[in-house]
């Protein structure tokens, strides 16, 4: 599993997560696999495109995890 960190941010926002990962090739993309209800949080799908990961939240998508930290 992956780890994200936040870098001093309270948060990051799922569909920008996606992208920073290089999991989707644009914030459009994100947005789109997210609607179809294809990314999980914690292991619960989630479809708020801009949802609010905080540190300890683990995000699933096309068979990869990334774990993010603060």
Not at 1 to 25: A, N, R, T
């Amino acid at each position: 599993m992956e780890i994200f960190y936040l870098d001093s941010h309270p948060y990051v926002e799922l569909c920008d997560l996606l992208k920073f990962q290089g999991w989707c090739e644009s914030g459009a993309a994100a947005k789109t696999v997210i609607a179809e209800g294809l990314v999980e949080v914690d292991s619960q799908v989630e479809t708020r495109k801009r949802c609010k990961i905080v540190s300890g939240k683990v995000v699933t998508f096309n068979g990869e995890s990334v774990r993010v930290e603060g």
